[in-house]
């Protein structure tokens, strides 16, 4: 290890001023793939290739385990308490297909799994020398080529403004209390504020779309309401814990906090209510339609109507909906509608691009995954902690909507609309929590609720009947009542 830490340092904390990266608590699998790429030119370093190349596997093996294997101290790069930009690292910019950051990389930088390395405490040189690298491809190989082509679209302020803020997170500590984005805390409102309007989409159809102003939250009894909306659509296993029995969060299906076009925007729902839903026979306002993606969606129970998290979570989709027509026809309102694919929805097509395209974030088993530090990271796309079989992800058709405009996460519109299909139904084919409108039996839940080419409850995939081995819906919830809290 000896010819290692005078440059990474002895616990591998790094070298900021030198702009040496931190290797402390980094996977192993990753370090390991980043020596073979130095070794083989895919990542370009002449510091680091003859190094690599003369590391015999033993020795590569003993030097990745044992900084994965350090948990340090907290070592911040920078003074944690200068003010930081953070829009782009936290909420990114969806106007030009950036996510956040944190997205992929964790609430606090802490890095998800093994594929999605930490940046937290990386120094900044070392952070802007990546993101330049892969926008020379100088660095390459990384995995479906997400971040080439988030580098891509970053201009040069973008790369400061991000490698300043994470190189300034501790390891192990969590993102600055503002986090909560300079964009909604009463300052003035980012240069690239959208004043909103109907705005054309541009693109072969030039369709006009409604685009929320992207304002600062006024600070007052009003804009707190709001606030609390948001921070619920982003977290509600924080914010409204009571009511969620899973660990999805309102954003995971409804992209850039409820904004996107493609993933049922809350701009578009709030003018479309009070409606007529044959989901439950009768007119429902807008309070009662966020009450079913919480009993659905999120597998949890509904908030009483009046109750606190209802009220923010419609102050938010109020602000949002400033200025749209009141028109339930709203261009960009709900999911994508799909045409039928050439060949009927395969399973085991759908299994080949879920193992290709998805199984990187949302693990082999559909499980999903939290960051290294808890914060939620990326969903479960079924399995007991996945939506339940009253939500409307159930239908494939939502389902090859969603997946088509929005999968893989960052490549919106990159699959063939037969693998969005397929994929769908594979998704859509597995157990998962049990339909709250269950009535007995699964046949007649089935008639009831889902007799549709739609919904593949109560139907035979591999010798099982769908929705006959469900675990109750709202386990979660059942579980922190019995333990008392
Ligand atoms: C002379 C200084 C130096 C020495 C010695 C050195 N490294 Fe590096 N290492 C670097 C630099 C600089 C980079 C960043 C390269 C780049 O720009 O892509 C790096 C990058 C890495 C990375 C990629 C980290 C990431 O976050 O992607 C790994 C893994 C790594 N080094 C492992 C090692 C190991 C193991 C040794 C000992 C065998 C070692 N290094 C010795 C300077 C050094
Ligand atoms: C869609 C997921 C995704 C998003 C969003 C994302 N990243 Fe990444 N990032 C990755 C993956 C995957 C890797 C690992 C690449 C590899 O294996 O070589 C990575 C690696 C990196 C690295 C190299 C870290 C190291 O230790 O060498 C940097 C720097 C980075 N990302 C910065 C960013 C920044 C800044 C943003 C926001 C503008 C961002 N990423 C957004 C997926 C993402
Ligand atoms: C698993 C994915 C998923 C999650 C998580 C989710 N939703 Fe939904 N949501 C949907 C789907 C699918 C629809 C459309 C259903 C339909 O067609 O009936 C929808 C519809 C809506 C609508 C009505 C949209 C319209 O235009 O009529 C609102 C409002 C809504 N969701 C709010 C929320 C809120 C608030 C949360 C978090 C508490 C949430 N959703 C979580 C999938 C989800
Ligand atoms: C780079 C990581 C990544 C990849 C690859 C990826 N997803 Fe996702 N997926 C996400 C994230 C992150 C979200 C939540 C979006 C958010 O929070 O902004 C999500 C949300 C979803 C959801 C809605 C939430 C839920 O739990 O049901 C579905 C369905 C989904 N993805 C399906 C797919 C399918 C199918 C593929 C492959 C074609 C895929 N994803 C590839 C990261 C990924």
Redesign the pocket.
């Given at each position: 290890m000896a010819s290692c830490t005078a440059c990474h340092g002895r616990r591998g904390e790094g070298d900021a001023a030198a702009g040496y990266p931190r290797l402390q608590g980094l996977s192993a699998a990753y370090q390991i793939k980043q020596l073979e790429a130095f070794a083989d030119g895919t990542r370009k370093s002449e510091i680091m290739a003859p190094l690599a190349r003369s590391l015999a596997a033993r020795a590569r093996a003993q030097a990745t385990d044992y900084y994965a294997g350090l948990k340090a101290p907290a070592h911040p790069t920078a003074p944690a308490s200068a003010p930081r930009d953070d829009r782009l690292a936290v909420r990114g910019r969806w106007s030009q297909e950036i996510p956040g950051c944190v997205e992929c990389h964790g609430a606090s930088g802490s890095g998800i799994g093994a594929a999605f390395p930490p940046l937290a405490a990386q120094p900044a040189a070392y952070l802007t020398a990546q993101l330049r690298a892969w926008q020379q491809g100088a660095r390459q190989g990384d995995p479906l080529g997400l971040m080439q082509r988030i580098a891509s679209r970053l201009s040069d302020e973008d790369v400061r403004a991000v490698s300043e803020y994470f190189s300034a997170i501790p390891v192990g500590g969590s993102a600055p209390p503002a986090a909560a984005a300079a964009a909604n805390t009463g300052q003035a409102p980012p240069p690239e504020a959208d004043a909103g309007g109907i705005e054309s989409l541009g693109g072969a159809g030039g369709e006009r779309v409604f685009v929320p102003a992207d304002k600062p939250i006024p600070d007052d009894g009003f804009g707190r309401m709001v606030r609390l909306g948001r921070d619920?659509?982003d977290d509600?296993g924080r914010y409204?814990g009571r009511y969620?029995g899973n660990s999805?969060?309102?954003t995971?299906?409804?992209l850039d906090e409820g904004r996107r076009v493609g993933s049922?925007p809350?701009w578009?729902?709030y003018v479309?209510?009070p409606?007529y839903r044959a989901?439950n026979g009768h007119v429902n306002t807008?309070a009662e339609?966020?009450q079913?993606?919480?009993s659905y969606?999120?597998n949890g129970r509904a908030p009483p109507l009046g109750d606190a998290a209802l009220v923010a979570?419609e102050s938010y989709?109020y602000w949002m909906a400033r200025g749209a027509p009141l028109d339930p026809g709203i261009a960009g309102?709900?999911?994508l509608k799909l045409p039928k694919p050439a060949l009927a929805a395969d399973r085991a097509r759908g299994a080949a691009v879920y193992a290709d395209k998805c199984a990187l974030c949302h693990g082999r088993n559909g499980e999903g995954r939290s960051a290294n530090d808890g914060s939620p990271g990326f969903?479960a796309l079924w399995g007991p902690d996945?939506?339940n079989w009253g939500?409307?992800?159930v239908?494939v058709s939502?389902a090859a909507g969603?997946i088509k405009a929005n999968m893989p996460f960052s490549l919106g519109n990159s699959l063939t609309d037969q693998d969005a299909w397929d994929v769908a139904l594979f998704v859509d084919s597995h157990e998962r929590p049990q339909d709250p409108r269950y009535s007995g039996t699964v046949e007649e839940t089935r008639r009831r609720f889902h007799d549709s080419d739609n919904s593949l409850y109560g139907q035979r995939v591999d010798g099982h009947v769908l929705g006959s081995n469900s675990v109750p819906p709202g386990r979660r919830l059942r579980r922190a009542a019995s333990a008392g809290g």
């Open positions: 619920i659509f509600p409204a969620v999805l969060r309102c995971s299906c409804h049922a809350m578009a729902a479309s209510y409606a989901k807008f339609r966020l079913g993606c919480f969606s999120m979570l989709s309102r709900g999911y969903p996945s939506y939500a409307g992800m239908s939502n969603f």
